[in-house]
């Protein structure tokens, strides 16, 4: 347990769907990521929340966007996805924002498979 | 092109052999963390080396970070099948007067009984 939570671990859409991804971390950190993990990829860092503003969007897709209420929930709308972006999605915690470097605390991940 | 590489890319030993890993770059870190992901989570920080040449021990587990601080490894003394697990490191560069953490793409252990 490592206090950040990620619902739902794994999810199937088709193309035309519109789905969400929900992050909560239990931590009391200020900063929120979205990373995603493909195979035979290096992590890609997709965006960082730091207060609750995004601070950082890395030429992300916009059928991919991002939703940060509060400093616990983090969500990644998706919506008329591509085969190519099925992947392991990972929601991260830490105290800091923007060039933080230190310790990410990592959800278990939302296995995303786009048909 | 990659800026960290890691190598191997595959390991599978069987369980009490000695194991070596290996992160290497060519761009100067300020810093480099490494983490273990077991299958179905996410991965959690095993260390943070900050100082050219550290060396670090968890347990068995010895990390070194490279004079230039451009490399590091992983060394695992008889290693367990709990030990199993996708390592990744993850190095501190500059960018834009901050900075950045970049990852590479993991070494996948598995340690068989």
């Known amino acids: 347990e490592t206090g950040v939570t990620q619902t739902p671990r794994h999810l199937v859409m088709g193309m035309t769907n519109k789905k969400s991804l929900k992050c909560e971390q239990h931590?009391?950190?200020?900063?929120m990521y979205w990373y995603k993990q493909s195979a035979k990829k290096p992590l890609e860092l997709m965006f960082v929340?730091?207060?609750?503003?995004?601070?950082e969007n890395n030429s992300v897709p916009s059928r991919f966007s991002p939703e940060c209420p509060n400093s616990s929930h983090l969500f990644l709308h998706l919506h008329t996805l591509q085969p190519e972006d099925s992947a392991l999605y990972l929601c991260?915690?830490?105290?800091?924002?923007?060039?933080?470097?230190?310790?990410?605390?990592f959800g278990e991940g939302s296995r995303l498979t786009v048909l | 092109t990659q800026l960290l590489e890691q190598s191997p890319q595959f390991l599978s030993i069987q369980e009490g052999e000695n194991l070596t890993v290996y992160c290497n770059s060519s761009?100067?870190?300020?810093?480099l963390q490494w983490y273990r992901q077991e299958p179905g989570e996410g991965p959690v920080l095993l260390v943070t080396?900050?100082?050219?040449?550290e060396v670090k021990k968890l347990k068995r587990l010895t990390f070194q970070f490279g004079d230039a601080r451009k490399d590091s490894s992983l060394h695992i003394t008889a290693a367990q099948p709990g030990d199993t697990g996708l390592y990744l490191c993850?190095?501190?560069?500059?960018?834009?007067?901050?900075?950045?953490?970049?990852f590479g793409k993991g070494t996948k252990l598995t340690v068989n009984p």
């Open positions: 991260a915690s830490s105290q800091g924002g923007t060039g933080y470097t230190g310790e990410l605390f």
């Open positions: 931590l009391g950190h200020n900063a």
């Open positions: 929340y730091s207060l609750e503003e995004r601070v």
């Open positions: 761009s100067v870190f300020s810093s």
């Open positions: 080396v900050v100082t050219g040449g």
């Open positions: 993850a190095g501190a560069v500059p960018q834009g007067g901050s900075e950045k953490l970049v």
